[in-house]
């Protein structure tokens, strides 16, 4: 049984960092795609991140406007894959979920959510001073 167990998040000011974990279990990181998705209030949730595999090396990618700002990685032996967030702005204020996807590889669609079948719990970030 896959399951994501998600940890992090709270209150930061601007332009501060935060660190969010996602500890997987039922599935190996080298066999799998994890996404990281945000919903703010009142909006859609949205793709932000995702990391995978591609010809036996990691794979990444980013929505523009994280892109430089957040870094996704993983720890294998932890099977945890993590979101360092830095420069955070009040509009990044969400739940941030990840989300896993039972295939190694990601393609351009993968800031669809109907992609992964498996969710964390979801954890709160805000922004402000």
């Known amino acids: 049984q896959v399951q994501l167990v998600q940890s992090g998040g709270g209150l930061v000011q601007p332009e501060g960092s935060l660190r969010l974990s996602c500890l997987v279990s039922?599935?190996?990181?080298?066999?799998?795609?994890i996404g990281w998705f945000r919903q703010a209030p009142g909006k859609r949730r949205e793709g932000i991140s995702v990391i995978g595999n591609f010809r036996d090396e990691i794979d990444r990618d980013y929505t523009d406007f994280v892109r430089g700002r957040f870094t996704v990685s993983r720890d294998s032996a932890k099977n945890t894959v993590y979101l360092q967030m830095n420069k955070l702005r009040p509009e990044d204020t969400a739940v941030y979920y990840c989300?896993?996807?039972?295939?190694?590889?990601?393609?351009?669609?993968?800031?669809?959510?109907?992609?992964?079948?498996?969710w964390g719990q979801g954890t709160q970030v805000t922004v402000s001073s």
């Open positions: 989300a896993a996807a039972l295939a190694p590889e990601f393609n351009s669609n993968w800031k669809s959510e109907n992609r992964f079948g498996y």
């Open positions: 039922g599935v190996t990181l080298d066999s799998s795609t």
